[in-house]
């Protein structure tokens, strides 16, 4: 069964860092593309960061490059995201999501696996 497992989420001031962590089952992790997303109320899911399989290249959605850092231990069939100077428009739902390849990277719909969802808050 396709499972994966968000944490790390949790209220940060501004400025400050917080990790968040993906738990896959290995069936969702072999040779996935890994991605991280977030939401707020009202807006479309969007693009954060994204790794492959080999951890070769990553993406990065340009609000955030240079802030955070996706990185994944494929022994441990876990993908994190280390975020750095957070701001307050860093508040979401941060996501968690898994895909073959590497095509259309930052495409919602190009990824049919999920997560539930990890809340991350921003105080400014």
């Known amino acids: 069964q396709v499972q994966l497992v968000e944490s790390g989420g949790g209220l940060v001031q501004a400025g400050g860092s917080l990790r968040l962590s993906c738990a896959a089952s290995e069936r969702t992790f072999r040779g996935y593309t890994m991605g991280w997303f977030r939401q707020t109320p009202g807006k479309e899911r969007e693009f954060v960061a994204a790794i492959t399989w080999s951890g070769g290249y990553t993406y990065y959605a340009d609000s955030v490059k240079g802030r955070f850092t996706i990185s994944r231990d494929n022994t441990k069939n876990t993908v994190a995201l280390q975020m750095s100077s957070l701001k307050p428009e860093d508040a979401a739902v941060y996501y968690c999501?898994?895909?073959?390849?590497?095509?259309?990277?930052?495409?919602?719909?190009?990824?049919?696996?999920w997560g539930q969802g990890t809340q991350v808050t921003v105080s400014s």
């Open positions: 999501a898994a895909r073959r390849g590497t095509e259309s990277i930052a495409r919602m719909t190009s990824y049919p696996y």
